[in-house]
């Protein structure tokens, strides 16, 4: 019997390539990736996987390639809308040509990250086995929901004529911290943007008074996170039409810290390689947030407004996955804090080069 075929869109981030890796160490998939860059396909070729060269902009070719797979992870949050389109058309020409589907879009935690400004926490926490109070407290031009309703709204109409093949979910991965494991990038951006905007100031940074809460989660759990997911997807695609309701899947560790104590240790690792003179942070004024990223811009990521990335509120709940069996084993508090010595090392590699 044939391997499920899986086409993961996003190997050349740090997300994806740490789920390419996982994804060949299970050996349960073919599985294919993408580049539109040659250079960057000879080094996926290197990890075992079909490799295709395939441009976001190609709509066309886009449907083609998700037409010819059982299942597609969509690991580049940062898609267009016309990218999006044309991978729900490609399931689209699967569903009319009698063939099973699975979908799994990655979206983010920061589409329910408030505007705290750093100066409060919330008691507001979002479940994901509460898809109604979700729906009800979320904000309509929050980051990345723009692209998210395009996905939600499609779901809806093939649970109302499909006979159980397709099955689509939503990721909303939290602050994501650790090594990645693939072979591009191999850290994020949240911390690292922190250390950045620290050095670039003299002086460790935060947004307010850093009171504000966020879930988090390593990345190599997360991967873990995706293939319990497609397994289950796969196995379990002919059982039933998916409720739109169904959908939706948080992804955090169930641990949070608030983002002042993120920025004390930035500080005190900053200070003991010499980057400032005071490991204290000092709030900075929005616009200056924004000047070093530390804003997701809403035009790129989508939405009515930028989202404050170090001075919201992200509380989720991973019920879902919990259920699923999915249990992290590597994200503590102390597991998170641990790994900013590496985010401010690599930061100073990268500002030398």
């Not at 998170?336 to 080069?353: A, G, K, P, W």
Request: charged content about 25%; proline content about 5%; glycine content about 10%.
């Amino acid at each position: 019997m044939s391997k499920p075929s899986v086409l993961l869109l996003g190997s050349t981030g740090f997300l994806g390539g740490t789920l390419l890796v996982h994804l060949q160490k299970a050996g349960l998939y073919e599985v294919s990736v993408t580049s539109r860059n040659d250079s960057q396909l000879q080094t996926l070729m290197q990890y075992g996987a079909k490799v295709l060269k395939l441009s976001f902009d190609d709509a066309d070719k886009i449907q083609d390639t998700v037409f010819a797979h059982d299942a597609v992870v969509n690991a580049a949050p940062d898609n267009s809308p016309g990218a999006l389109q044309a991978i729900l058309k490609g399931i689209q020409k699967r569903i009319d040509a009698g063939k099973s589907s699975v979908y799994i879009h990655t979206s983010g935690a920061g589409v329910v990250c408030d505007l705290a400004g750093g100066n409060q926490s919330t008691d507001l926490i979002f479940r994901d086995d509460d898809p109604e109070h979700f729906e009800r407290n979320i904000t309509p031009g929050s980051i990345h929901r723009p692209m998210d309703v395009i996905v939600r709204d499609q779901a809806k109409k093939w649970s109302a004529i499909d006979d159980g093949k397709t099955q689509v979910r939503i990721m909303f991965p939290p602050l994501i911290f650790g090594k990645g494991e693939g072979p591009f990038k191999d850290y994020s951006f949240q911390i690292p943007g922190m250390v950045r905007a620290g050095m670039a100031e003299g002086k460790p940074i935060i947004h307010g008074q850093g009171k504000n809460v966020t879930g988090f989660i390593n990345v190599s759990d997360l991967a873990d996170a995706y293939l319990i997911l497609l397994s289950s997807l796969l196995k379990n695609g002919t059982s039933g039409a998916t409720h739109p309701d169904d959908i939706y899947l948080f992804a955090d560790s169930g641990h949070e810290v608030a983002f002042g104590e993120i920025a004390r240790k930035v500080g005190q690792d900053l200070k003991a390689r010499g980057k400032v003179e005071s490991a204290t942070p000092v709030p900075l004024p929005e616009d200056t947030l924004q000047k070093h990223f530390l804003f997701l811009r809403k035009d790129l990521f989508g939405g009515d407004r930028d989202c404050q990335l170090i001075g919201g509120n992200v509380r989720t709940r991973a019920i879902k996955m919990q259920k699923l069996g999915w249990k992290p084993k590597q994200s503590t508090v102390q597991e998170l804090l641990s790994s900013i010595q590496r985010d401010v090392d690599v930061v100073i590699q990268e500002s030398t080069r």
